[in-house]
């Protein structure tokens, strides 16, 4: 049973656009909930997480947006660039030592 | 500083053989966890360390996947009997906390002809 769910499995976005990634959840007990970025042949580096009590959060050109009631978390990435190209990852955790992982999203930025 | 590093980059055994992959975390990182990704999906949990001992090994899928981390630092996944289906990347990560940020390593592509 896929504890996260996550969509699109892939996106192509241009230059200076938003990619706007999806991610729900079922297990109310999750408390944490980070995205992590992939290149390939490397390992997931952490990009930006966000615990339940706040609704969103925005690093940079990353925005987590939270909504609890809807057991839903988003990834935005706004003025999305080439080297933005990667895969990504949503992710949830209790008590944060058991990590469940989204299947993943292929993003394209095209120049 | 050094991140986590994972040897071998690439490992290709024969069906029912043994394999041992190894992690060295992060220095001072108390916490060790090991995942494994197959190809489009996302890392799967199989084991967590805090110190030596294993906090949770749940997500091991049998009996044939055991790891160890003895002086709290190293730590060694082993393979026995391997089957086809265990051909993945392996993904170690190493917190400085429980509950900390995780960093992963490069992963092992374990390949099982």
């Known amino acids: 049973q896929q504890q996260v769910k996550q969509s699109p499995q892939s996106l192509i976005v241009q230059k200076g656009g938003i990619s706007i990634i999806n991610c729900a959840y079922e297990n109310t007990a999750f408390d944490y909930f980070p995205w992590y970025q992939q290149f390939p042949g490397k390992g997931p580096a952490l990009l930006i997480a966000i615990r339940p009590d706040v609704s969103e959060k925005k690093e940079g050109r990353f925005t987590i947006s939270f909504n609890k009631s809807a057991k839903q978390f988003s990834l935005h990435i706004m003025d999305s660039q080439p080297g933005d190209s990667a895969t990504y990852f949503c992710?949830?955790?209790?008590?944060?030592?058991?990590?469940?992982f989204g299947t993943g999203t292929s993003l394209t930025v095209i120049p | 500083g050094a991140g986590v590093s994972q040897t071998p980059s690439n490992k290709v055994t024969e069906k029912g053989k043994y394999v041992e992959l190894r992690c060295d975390p992060i220095s001072g990182h108390t916490a060790l966890y090991w995942y494994r990704q197959s190809l489009g999906q996302g890392p799967e949990f199989l084991i967590y360390f805090q110190g030596t001992g294993a906090a949770d090994d749940s997500g091991l899928p049998n009996d044939r996947f055991f790891a160890v981390r003895p002086e709290g630092s190293v730590s060694t996944l082993k393979i026995q009997r391997t089957e086809r289906g265990d051909s993945a990347v392996y993904l170690c990560a190493s917190s400085l906390l429980p509950k900390g940020t995780q960093y992963f390593g490069p992963g092992t592509r374990l390949l099982v002809l």
């Open positions: 992710a949830a955790s209790k008590s944060g030592n058991q990590f469940y």
